[in-house]
C-alpha cells in the first residue's frame, strides 16, 4: 500500500467514526476524563475546584476573604448553589465561612492553599502528557485552529 493509499484509507476511516467532530469530541472526552478523575482522589468536582481557585486567587490577590455574591457573579453559579457548595466545603475543610451581614464571606484554609496548587499542577502535566510528541508550532497551530472552531461555533474564548 502506498503512502497516499493509506492516508486515504485513515481518512475514509475518520469519516467513518464522523470525521473532525468526533475526533475532537473523544480527545476532550479523553483528557477531562483525566482531570476528574485527578479531582476525585481529593473528593472535589469541577465546580468545587474552580469555586476553590476564585477564593484562593482573591486572597493571594491581595483582596482577603472574598463574599458569595462575588464568586457567584465572577463564576456565573447560582447564589444558592455557591451557597450550598461553600458550606459543603468548609465541612470538608476547603473553605473557611463565615457570616457577614446577609452573605457569607469565604476563605481559603491552609489545605486549600496547600492542595490547589498541586492539583492545578497536575492538571497541567496531564495535559503536558495529551500533547507529548506535538512540536511547539503543531501545538501553536492546533490551539490557533481550536480557537477558530469556538469562534465559529459562536462560543467566547
Do not use: C
Amino acid at each position: 500500500m502506498t503512502h497516499d493509499e493509506d492516508k486515504s484509507e485513515q481518512q475514509a476511516v475518520r469519516a467513518d467514526r464522523g470525521g473532525v467532530g468526533f475526533l475532537l469530541n473523544q480527545a476532550a472526552r479523553a483528557v477531562r476524563a483525566q482531570l476528574l478523575e485527578d479531582l476525585r482522589h481529593h473528593d472535589l468536582t469541577h465546580t468545587d475546584f474552580i469555586i476553590i481557585r476564585n477564593v484562593l486567587g482573591a486572597y493571594q490577590g491581595g483582596v482577603g476573604a472574598t463574599t458569595t455574591p462575588q464568586v457567584s457573579a465572577s463564576l456565573n453559579i447560582p447564589q444558592e448553589t455557591l451557597d450550598e457548595s461553600a458550606r459543603r466545603l468548609e465541612r470538608m475543610g476547603w473553605l473557611q465561612v463565615s457570616v457577614k451581614g446577609n452573605q457569607l464571606e469565604l476563605a481559603p484554609t491552609q489545605k486549600a492553599v496547600g492542595t490547589i496548587p498541586v492539583i492545578a499542577d497536575a492538571a497541567r502535566w496531564t495535559l503536558e502528557r495529551a500533547l507529548n510528541g506535538f512540536s511547539r508550532e503543531e501545538i501553536a497551530t492546533l490551539s490557533d485552529m481550536l480557537e477558530r472552531i469556538i469562534r465559529n461555533a459562536g462560543a467566547e474564548t
